[in-house]
């Protein structure tokens, strides 16, 4: 069977919920099939907030069962699985290579006061200095910090990253892939390596922290038992580009000189460099320098994103309410265009609060104004400012790199709002693309289809898949989004604490 015939195996984990898609890349094919979806939430275990782990590899090993089956259905082999997650979280492994706790999850409270403290003894110029990253209160840095201070397990030997662990699982073989090392804000910047001073800041044991491997490294093979449980026998395990936004930006057919916007539950609105970008003018704008796919640089900002939506959704849900998304969205469209009120969407005080009714209605009370009433009043409000935060980062951007934005990208599940997307292209001036709405599990499927030889390269895998997808235009309206409007806007941004 030849080489186009291949199928792969991707387990592309969220903040919450994962799916095990399988892949296939027939000329003028991309073919993504879901065949398992689960759920993992977080919960208060020990005293910390836990993922658990032990259900999430049950979950995964399923998957593959499930996946081996839809291919001998389909008549295809399997080549390879790799695995995708969100970043900054770890596990520690003992000496025999066994996960000795549930991994601390990054919306726990630890790391309230790690930042202070590290940067008591490391100013903050010098670490992004030395490593490009922007500081977020639940880097891996902090987290090892505050876990350290607390007591890290004496019988601790190895640490891996989330998508790591599983590949550990899987195969046997421990190594941090790139792109999710690079989120620990514990690598240099310009040698891609583990920085020994940040270590030895941290005082972790020597050798915690093993090789750090590039987005396209065979693992080797599954282990006997995991290949005869799940019907792979001789299938390979390689690493993606295993933080997701790194599979999501490989799974955007990027346009030279345009941004992309990965769109979920975080958005990161950003653009793919081949150098870092390390000053004081990007230190100051909190942009990061996270490590790409294949020799890139993933230069963006996180940006609260439809996280916000979704915890709203979840409080009206609770009471009672019928807010199906599709509902909410066709009741969106119906309102007036423009925004009447905005609200500054990367205030913390938004990240994990107990309502996020009632932390909107805060942030509004505090500027004199009042959160809408009806749930599609709150969408649009949330939609609308959304956009406009994209627009901002994207106006920073174009300021840092001297150079303009040609066009937005935008991808991710979000890719599937249209409302969004178009007040994205309002608030911007500038088209937006949409989709692919599975960039991520695309991206992570042709990674290792690079791997496999199916690719020559990134840019002949990007030029397969603007061939075999469609894709939404929208094109900017100007006056949208008024002056005043934009001048309310930067007014919540000033007066959000810190």
Known sequence: MSRTDALYIAVDLG????????????PSELRLDEVRRFTYPMSMREGHLRWPFGHILSEIRSGLADAARAAKALGRPVQS??????????????????????????????TARAMEAVHGRLPKAEVFARTGIQFLVFNTLYQLHAHRAQGLPAEARTLLMM????????CGRAAIEFTNASTTQLVNVQTGTWDPDLLSLLGLP????????????????????????????????????????????????LTPGWAYVSSGTWSLVGVERLSPLVNRDVERENFTNEGGAFQT????????????????????????????????????????TGADEVIFPDDQRLFNPTSM???????????????????????????????????????????????????????GGGSQNAYLNQATADASGKPVLAGPVEATAGGNVMVQAIAAGRFANLAEARAHVRGALPFARFEPHPGRYAAEVRARFRARQAQVPG
Not at 15 to 26: E, I, N, Y
Not at 163 to 170: E, R
Not at 386 to 393: H, P
Request: charged share 20%.
């Open 206 to 253: 020597p050798g915690l922290l093993p090789p750090i491997v590039p987005a396209g490294t065979d693992l080797g093979p599954l282990l006997p038992d995991v290949a005869a449980t799940t019907g792979l026998e001789g299938v390979r395990v390689v690493a993606p580009a295993t933080h997701d936004t790194g599979s999501a930006v490989v799974g955007a057919p």
């Open 163 to 170: 998508a790591d662990l599983i590949h550990h699982d899987l």
């Open 357 to 411: 009714l009632a932390a909107l209605g805060q942030q509004l009370q505090e500027a004199g104004a009042r959160l809408p009433e009806s749930p599609a009043q709150v969408t649009k409000l949330i939609l609308d400012s959304l956009a406009l935060r994209y627009a901002q980062v994207i106006e920073t951007i174009e300021r840092l790199q001297g150079e303009p934005v040609l066009g937005i990208q935008i991808v």
């Open 81 to 110: 699985v790799g695995v995708d997650t969100w970043g900054v979280d770890y596990g520690l492994l003992d000496g025999s290579g066994r996960l000795i706790e549930d991994p601390i999850a990054y919306r726990d409270d630890r």
């Open 297 to 336: 640089v993933r230069f963006l900002k996180n940006v609260m994103g439809l996280w916000l939506l979704e915890s709203c959704r979840k409080e009206w849900q609770s009471a009672g309410r019928d807010v199906a998304y599709g509902t909410l969205l066709d009741e969106v469209a119906k309102l007036p």
């Open 15 to 26: 903040a919450g919920s994962g799916r095990v898609m399988l892949g296939g890349l027939r």
